[in-house]
Protein backbone atom coordinates (compact mmCIF):
# COMPACT_ATOMS: atom_id res chain seq x y z
CA UNK A 1 0.00 0.00 0.00
CA UNK A 2 0.98 3.49 -0.90
CA UNK A 3 0.90 6.34 1.85
CA UNK A 4 0.86 9.76 0.27
CA UNK A 5 1.05 12.80 1.99
CA UNK A 6 0.76 16.35 0.03
CA UNK A 7 2.19 19.78 0.68
CA UNK A 8 3.00 23.24 -0.60
CA UNK A 9 0.12 24.75 -1.24
CA UNK A 10 -1.03 28.24 -0.42
CA UNK A 11 -2.66 31.59 -1.37
CA UNK A 12 -0.86 33.00 -4.22
CA UNK A 13 -1.67 36.39 -6.15
CA UNK A 14 -2.39 35.55 -10.11
CA UNK A 15 0.84 35.32 -11.80
CA UNK A 16 2.78 33.71 -9.04
CA UNK A 17 4.36 30.14 -8.80
CA UNK A 18 3.47 27.50 -6.10
CA UNK A 19 5.70 24.09 -5.66
CA UNK A 20 3.38 21.28 -4.87
CA UNK A 21 5.23 18.07 -3.02
CA UNK A 22 3.85 14.75 -2.84
CA UNK A 23 6.01 12.54 -0.59
CA UNK A 24 5.65 8.80 -0.55
CA UNK A 25 6.01 5.77 1.42
CA UNK A 26 5.31 2.03 1.40
CA UNK A 27 5.78 1.18 -2.00
CA UNK A 28 8.37 0.54 -4.67
CA UNK A 29 8.17 3.78 -5.46
CA UNK A 30 9.98 3.72 -9.13
CA UNK A 31 7.47 1.01 -10.25
CA UNK A 32 4.46 3.62 -9.44
CA UNK A 33 2.65 5.49 -11.94
CA UNK A 34 2.09 9.11 -10.40
CA UNK A 35 -0.77 12.02 -10.96
CA UNK A 36 -2.09 14.99 -10.01
CA UNK A 37 -5.72 15.87 -9.67
CA UNK A 38 -7.48 18.84 -8.62
CA UNK A 39 -11.13 19.46 -7.33
CA UNK A 40 -12.79 23.19 -7.27
CA UNK A 41 -15.85 23.15 -4.89
CA UNK A 42 -19.22 22.28 -7.44
CA UNK A 43 -17.01 20.34 -9.57
CA UNK A 44 -15.53 16.85 -10.46
CA UNK A 45 -12.32 16.31 -9.52
CA UNK A 46 -9.64 16.77 -12.55
CA UNK A 47 -6.55 14.96 -13.73
CA UNK A 48 -4.01 17.50 -14.69
CA UNK A 49 -0.53 15.96 -14.83
CA UNK A 50 0.44 12.05 -14.96
CA UNK A 51 4.61 10.94 -15.42
CA UNK A 52 6.16 7.15 -15.63
CA UNK A 53 7.68 5.73 -12.65
CA UNK A 54 11.03 6.56 -14.79
CA UNK A 55 10.00 9.92 -14.58
CA UNK A 56 10.70 10.09 -18.93
CA UNK A 57 6.68 10.24 -20.03
CA UNK A 58 4.77 13.34 -18.80
CA UNK A 59 1.24 14.15 -19.51
CA UNK A 60 -0.60 17.27 -19.07
CA UNK A 61 -4.16 18.52 -19.32
CA UNK A 62 -4.53 21.50 -22.00
CA UNK A 63 -5.95 23.61 -18.71
CA UNK A 64 -2.33 23.49 -17.35
CA UNK A 65 -0.19 22.83 -19.95
CA UNK A 66 2.50 25.33 -20.73
CA UNK A 67 2.34 26.73 -16.82
CA UNK A 68 2.77 23.46 -15.16
CA UNK A 69 5.58 21.32 -15.05
CA UNK A 70 5.81 17.44 -13.13
CA UNK A 71 8.76 15.52 -12.13
CA UNK A 72 9.78 13.26 -9.54
CA UNK A 73 13.09 12.44 -7.52
CA UNK A 74 13.10 8.48 -7.02
CA UNK A 75 16.01 8.79 -4.56
CA UNK A 76 13.62 10.79 -2.51
CA UNK A 77 10.48 8.96 -2.92
CA UNK A 78 8.71 12.27 -4.02
CA UNK A 79 6.93 13.81 -6.94
CA UNK A 80 6.82 17.61 -7.53
CA UNK A 81 4.33 19.85 -9.27
CA UNK A 82 5.56 23.68 -10.43
CA UNK A 83 2.71 26.16 -10.76
CA UNK A 84 3.70 29.07 -12.63
CA UNK A 85 1.38 32.06 -14.30
CA UNK A 86 -1.34 30.65 -11.80
CA UNK A 87 -5.00 31.84 -12.65
CA UNK A 88 -7.82 32.29 -10.41
CA UNK A 89 -9.49 29.44 -12.11
CA UNK A 90 -6.68 27.03 -10.84
CA UNK A 91 -7.73 27.55 -7.20
CA UNK A 92 -8.81 23.98 -6.01
CA UNK A 93 -7.71 21.00 -3.80
CA UNK A 94 -4.73 19.64 -5.39
CA UNK A 95 -4.13 15.75 -4.60
CA UNK A 96 -1.38 13.47 -5.75
CA UNK A 97 -2.77 9.76 -7.09
CA UNK A 98 -0.73 6.86 -7.46
CA UNK A 99 -1.44 3.62 -9.11
CA UNK A 100 2.09 0.55 -8.29
CA UNK A 101 3.13 -1.97 -10.30
CA UNK A 102 4.42 -0.47 -13.58
CA UNK A 103 7.97 -0.19 -15.17
CA UNK A 104 7.81 2.21 -18.19
CA UNK A 105 4.81 3.95 -19.09
CA UNK A 106 1.18 4.40 -17.57
CA UNK A 107 -1.29 2.62 -20.42
CA UNK A 108 -4.50 3.78 -17.96
CA UNK A 109 -6.48 7.50 -18.85
CA UNK A 110 -5.99 9.95 -16.36
CA UNK A 111 -8.78 10.16 -14.39
CA UNK A 112 -9.89 8.86 -10.61
CA UNK A 113 -10.51 5.53 -11.30
CA UNK A 114 -7.37 4.50 -12.81
CA UNK A 115 -5.47 4.99 -9.40
CA UNK A 116 -5.59 3.96 -6.17
CA UNK A 117 -4.11 5.20 -3.49
CA UNK A 118 -5.08 8.54 -2.61
CA UNK A 119 -3.26 11.96 -1.08
CA UNK A 120 -5.44 14.10 2.07
CA UNK A 121 -5.14 17.11 -0.41
CA UNK A 122 -3.64 20.29 -0.12
CA UNK A 123 -5.21 23.64 -1.09
CA UNK A 124 -4.12 26.44 -3.67
CA UNK A 125 -5.95 29.17 -3.93
CA UNK A 126 -5.08 32.35 -6.32
CA UNK A 127 -6.60 35.57 -5.97
CA UNK A 128 -6.88 38.12 -8.88
Known amino acids: QVQLVESGGGSVQAGGSLRLSCAAS????????LGWFRQAPGNEREGIAR????????YYADSVKGRFTISRDNAKNTMYLQMNSLKPEDTAMYYC?????????????????????WGQGTQVTVSS
Open 97 to 117: AARGGYRNSCPFPLNPPSYEY
Open 26 to 33: GYSFSSVC
Open 51 to 58: ISPGGSMT
